[in-house]
């Protein structure tokens, strides 16, 4: 199971990407999917160090990707103020332009990309979330 | 982030490239203000270099929407088919007029 470490930088989103893009691909899926998984890490990763760490600062956001057999586990660790992304409710999206608010499009954009979202938090271990990405039948 | 601007007659074209995420999307958002503060509001976004959004790069596009309009309009141009699955998947495209190539799309205003 390959981890790695990246620090609290929005600079380092291209690299996360490239990195689960690549386990997405090793896992077999086509380049719709594979954009997908980058997608909803990206979202996740964005929300760590925009809302979780709330800055720019040199503590760690480990990243697990494990092949299944019919898919891809990405887990995601952080230490930051614990953040439950199932606490934010959907956004309303089919409403009119001026109704549209930037809100929780970001989870949205997880739940919407993944076959599965669990966050967990504990005071040793810190914020762990896990995201599945399956083949499609 | 490198961003060419064009003019046209009737509008502006704007275009970048790579990824648009939470470490660049305010810098979009300013080349966009740049235009829409002169009263600029008919823009067309050539995405066809464009191979990533995340919902920061959307609230920009979005945002600048809803300046355009109903004064004129943000439209959008050969966007990539990720992108543009993800934009359908959460019901966010029909806010944006498509084109697949840019000629069409400045002809139309």
């Known amino acids: ?137 | 982030m490198e961003i060419q601007t064009s003019e046209f007659k009737r509008c502006n074209v704007i275009k970048t490239s790579g990824r648009i995420d939470g470490s660049n999307a305010q810098e979009l958002a300013q080349a966009l203000k740049a235009l829409t503060s002169k009263g600029k509001m008919n823009i067309v976004f050539d995405m066809s270099d464009v191979t990533f959004v995340a919902s920061a790069g959307w609230w920009v596009l979005i945002d600048t929407q809803k300046t355009c309009k109903p004064a004129g309009e943000l439209v959008l141009v050969k966007i990539d088919q990720g992108i543009k699955d993800s934009l359908n998947l959460v019901g966010m495209g029909s806010y944006f007029r498509t084109y697949e190539d840019v000629t069409s799309a400045v002809g139309d205003f």
């Open chain 1, 1 to 137: 199971m390959p981890t790695k470490r990246f620090t609290c930088s929005l600079k380092n989103l291209e690299e996360i990407c490239d990195f689960v893009g690549h386990w997405a691909a090793q896992a077999g899926f086509n380049e719709s999917d594979i954009y997908a998984v980058q997608l909803a890490v990206d979202e996740a990763t964005t929300n760590i160090m925009e809302h979780g760490y709330g800055r720019e600062c040199p503590s760690r956001i480990d990243i697990t990707c494990e092949t299944l057999e019919d898919g891809l586990k990405v887990v995601i660790y952080d230490d930051a103020d614990p953040f439950n992304p199932e606490t934010v409710p959907e956004p309303e999206i089919n409403v009119s332009l001026d109704d549209l608010k930037p809100r929780g499009l970001g989870i949205f954009l997880m739940r919407k990309m993944m076959d599965e979202v669990q966050y967990e938090s504990s005071p040793d271990k810190g914020n762990t979330l896990t995201m599945i990405k399956r083949h499609a039948r």
